[in-house]
């Protein structure tokens, strides 16, 4: 059980934003800055309602390892400090700016001075980066963690999930900034081999980076393109490895435990322009698509933009969206409405029509099986989904839950539509939770 195999499954690509090129919201009027853009510790807020701040001003930091500083998005004045509630129900703390309508960057903003690995990841740290594929792993701390035993560099430009084409854009736009991320961190970790991997249905931008491949390969360091089926969940970090170097990472293990480093390719090509410019993370691209709005596009936002004025800014809606997802349908968070921002680790907002959600509309189970067919980690969702429904830890626990990688395949092909990929993360919690009682019971 756990064990990763080559199954997967086909899905509805839908990726009609691919063709347009990320346009850049230039003004936008107020920036919700949230504490907690990552895995993590929150960060505290460093400015008080009233002062003026500008664009890439450090707002938010802490001292623990595992965080990333926040930075301000827009110049302009805090206009206040205030609890928000985040898809995921947790309550964090965020910062409100009002735009002063200058974008006035900050002063100390220059590319970082790198003459040692600790420069390297110190550099990354202040920059901001989380992981930007949706994971939100503060960049420093995988680096960091991956220093010792990394020996090959995977880029993951896969983008399996449907409708999303931000990473797309990414490698297509900004090949030379990937190429000068896959460099300094090659150089920064020692590693002497790259390999993108990309779906066999991004062909321009195959092209494009395989030339750029050729071109920048050195004795150092060789950086090819590896092409990818177009099946989902071949973005999932342990499939990617498998499919690109044959290595197995074993269940419950990293992949460090196989010598691989997996960074998603915008933040790869963050890194590459920050050594260029010291630009701190302050905004992102984010495919916006789904029946409901009026026009779906790529946009370059600031972090932190509300929903409402990002839909604003594509055409406003064709009609009330009967489902919001931040994130791709098969691995997104739900949000009740538009009260929410974009962090550093949305890469789409999903406006579905009432006739779309009801296609997900949630039915009895009818035990035909083909969760786990389609499950790639050969697990079996329907029984996970049964376990944690009824609070049994044995079984979540005997049945492997913890080798889900929350790909979605399960209930994408769930003729019943089970939500079942959300409830054996919430199983995970559950796991994760009675561990730490555990632990604490025994250092008591
Ligand atoms: S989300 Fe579903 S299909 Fe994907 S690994 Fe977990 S149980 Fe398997
Ligand atoms: S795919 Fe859905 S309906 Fe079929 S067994 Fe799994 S949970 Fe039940």
Request: net charge positive; glycine share 10%.
């Amino acid at each position: 059980m756990g064990i990763f195999t080559q199954r997967g499954i086909k899905v509805g690509h839908n990726k009609r934003t691919s063709s347009i090129q990320p346009v850049r919201i230039e003004h936008c009027e107020t920036v919700t800055l949230l504490m907690k853009q990552h895995i993590g510790v929150p960060c505290k807020p460093l400015v008080n309602p009233g002062d003026r701040v500008a664009l890439g001003q450090v707002v938010g930091d802490t001292d623990a390892p595992l965080a990333a500083p926040i930075h301000a998005s827009i110049s302009g004045t805090v206009k206040r400090l205030e609890m928000i509630r985040v898809p995921s129900g947790e309550d964090v703390q965020a910062v409100v700016i009002n735009t002063d309508g200058e974008m006035r960057p900050a002063e100390n903003l220059e590319p970082p001075s790198i003459g040692t690995r600790e420069d390297f990841f110190a550099a990354v740290r202040a920059s901001g980066l989380v992981g930007l594929g949706g994971a939100g792993f503060p960049a420093h701390a995988k680096l960091r963690s991956a220093a010792k035993d990394a020996n090959i560099l995977l880029v993951n430009a896969a983008e399996c999930e449907p409708y999303i084409t931000a990473d797309h854009r990414e490698a297509l736009d900004k090949g030379e900034a990937v190429i000068r991320g896959i460099r300094a961190i090659c150089e920064a970790l020692e590693i002497r081999e790259a390999i993108i991997g990309i779906e066999s249905n991004k062909s321009d931008a195959i092209q494009k980076l395989k030339a750029l491949s050729t071109w920048h390969s050195s004795a150092n360091l060789k950086i090819s393109v590896g092409v990818l089926p177009s099946r989902y969940p071949q973005g999932a970090e342990k499939m990617m490895i498998h499919t690109l170097t044959g290595r197995v990472v074993p269940l419950g293990k990293l992949p460090s435990a196989v010598g691989a480093l997996v960074m998603n390719v915008a933040s790869v090509a963050f890194i590459g322009r920050y050594i260029k410019n010291g630009k701190p993370l302050v905004s992102r691209t984010v495919t916006v698509d789904g029946g409901a709005v009026h026009t779906p596009m790529n946009v370059r936002v600031p972090i932190g933009i509300g929903l409402e004025e990002l839909i604003t800014f594509c055409g406003g809606l064709d009609s009330p969206p009967a489902k919001i997802i931040l994130g791709g349908p098969m691995m997104g968070s739900a949000s009740p409405n538009l009260e929410t921002v974009i962090s550093k680790c949305n890469n789409s907002l999903l406006l579905f029509t009432r006739a779309q959600a009801e296609l997900m509309q949630e039915s009895a189970c009818i035990r035909c099986g083909k969760c786990v067919a389609g499950c790639p980690m050969k697990l079996m969702p329907c029984v996970l989904e049964s376990a944690y429904r009824a609070g049994d830890l044995e079984t979540l626990t005997k049945r492997d839950a913890m080798g889900c990688i929350e790909c979605g395949s399960c209930s994408f092909v769930c003729p019943a539509k089970r939500e079942l990929v959300q409830r054996i993360r919430m199983g995970k919690r559950l796991l994760r939770e009675e561990e730490a009682k555990r632990k604490e019971a025994a250092k008591a």
